[in-house]
C-alpha cells in the first residue's frame, strides 16, 4: 500500500515552528516511503479563522520547497482539499453514522446542557438523547427543532491503539465523553472531520502534535463504527520555549515568517526544525533535505518535548550561509546592504568576499558594516598594542610611509596596494606585520574588522584611504 500522509493545519494565524515541524515530519516520512503528500486546510472552527492564514500556509510550504501532491491549489482525486467546501460530505457521514448506532441526534438546549454542571465546573453529557425513540426523533426533526450529533461513545470497557512513538496508548471509555460531531449549523467539529477526511483520503500515517494523543482512541471508535481501518498514528512531541513551557502560537513565538525576516535561510530553519524531536543515528546535525529524506526514520523520534533554541538554530544557518554559491549570497545580502549604513556607497560585492564568512544570519549584515562609516576620533591605544611595541610613534611612521606609498599607485586596486604597502614596510626596514596593523587602524579606527588593511583599503578607494589616513596622523600626533 502506497503511504499517504498528510498536514492539516487550521488558518489561524502565522505559521510557528511547531507547525512546520509538523509539516515537515509528515512530508519526510512520505518521501522517505516513496509515498505521496497531502495538505489539507482545516477552516471549520470559523470564529478562529484568520484572513490570509491559508495563502500563508502556501507561501511557506512553497518556500520551504515541499513538494506536495494534492491540495487545493494542486487538486487530487480525493478533493474538495478544504474542510468548509466538505460539509455536505460530512452530513452525509454523520447521518451514516447515526444509522450505524455510532452517533445519535442530540436536541438538549443550552439550559440542560448547563444544569449538567457539577460544582467543580465539569461537564459530562449524560446521553439523555440517546434513549429517544425513533418517533420521537423523527417528530423533533420534521418539527424543526435545532440539533447536534452526538458521537455514542461506549459506557464501559477500554480502548486502545498502538501509536508508533508512544506505543501502547489505553483509554477508558467511561473517560470520554459523547462529543458533538456536527453542530447545529451543520458544520462538523475536528473530531468528527478529521476521521471522515483521513478515511476518505486514504491517508495511512496521521502525524501531528501529541495533544491528539488521547483523544485518538475516540477517533478510533468511529473508525470502527464505520468498519474502517484506522490509519498509522505518528503523535510528535511537544516543542518547548524553556523546560516548562510549550512554545506557543498564541503568544507569538517563533514564527517563521519573522526568522526568514531575521535572514534566516529555509533551507537552515527545515535543518534545525527536523532536529526538534528527532535525531537521526549517528553524530550528524547538518543534513539537507535530501540527506533528511533519507535518514528519516519513526523510531528516532523522541517521546519528550525538545527545547527551541535559536542560538543553535543561528550555528547551522552561518553553516548554510558559508556555502552558499557566491552570487547566491549576493543576492541575498543585496537588500541588506540596501537596508544598512553603507546604502548606496562602496562596492557590494566587495563585502561579499569579507561577509560571507562572517554573518551568522542575514541581518548581521547591519551591524557588520557599521565601522566603516563610524571612523571618526578613535581610542589612541590602538597604536599602542604589541605588534608596534607598544609604540605609537611606529605606528606613526607606517601610516606616513603608507600616505605616501599610496599616492604613488597609479592604477589603485587590492593588488597594487597590497604590493605598495609590503614595498614601503621593507624600504622602511618594518616588518609588513607592523605596516599593515597600522594601516588597516589608520583607515578605520576600529579593533576588529572583517579583513585587513588590503581589504579595507579596496573598499574605501583611494581618495578616501588618503583622506583617513591624513586624519589618522594628525590625530595621533595631536595626541602624543
Ligand atoms: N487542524 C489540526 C491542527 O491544526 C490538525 C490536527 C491533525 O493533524 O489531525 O491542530
Known sequence: MKVRTRFAPSPTGFMHIGNLRTALYSYLFARHNGGEFILRIEDTDKERYVEGAVDLVYRTLDTVGFKIDESPIHGGNCGP????????????????????????????????????????????????????????????????????????????????????????????????????????DGMPTYNFANVIDDHLMGITHVTRGNEYLSSTPKYNLIYKSFGWEPPKYVHLPPIMKDAQRKLSKRYGDANFEDFIGKGYLPEAIINYIALLGWAPKGEIEKMDIDTLTELFDVDGISKSGSIFDEAKMKWLNSLYIKELPAERFSELAKPWYEKSVIAGKYDYEKWNVLLQSRVEVLSDILEKVKFIEEFGDYDLELFFHKKLKADANLGLIALKGAKEAIEAIEDFNEENLSLALAEKAEAMGMKKGQMLWSVRVGLTGAAVTPGGAVEMGGILGKEKCLERLDYSIKMIESKL
Request: charge should be negative; proline fraction near 2%.
Open 81 to 184: 482539499y478544504v474542510q468548509s467546501e466538505r460539509k455536505e460530505i460530512y452530513k452525509e457521514y454523520a447521518h451514516k453514522l447515526v444509522e450505524l448506532g455510532g452517533a445519535y441526534y442530540c436536541f438538549c438546549d443550552k439550559e440542560r446542557l448547563e444544569s449538567l454542571t457539577d460544582e467543580d465546573g465539569n461537564r459530562k453529557y449524560d446521553k439523555h438523547c440517546l434513549s429517544l425513540s425513533k418517533e420521537e426523533v423523527e417528530e423533533k426533526l420534521k418539527a424543526g427543532v435545532p440539533y447536534v450529533i452526538r458521537q455514542n461513545v461506549p459506557k464501559s470497557g477500554m480502548t486502545s491503539y498502538q501509536d508508533l512513538v508512544y506505543g501502547q496508548i489505553d483509554i477508558d471509555c467511561a473517560d470520554l465523553e459523547d462529543q458533538v460531531l456536527l453542530k447545529s
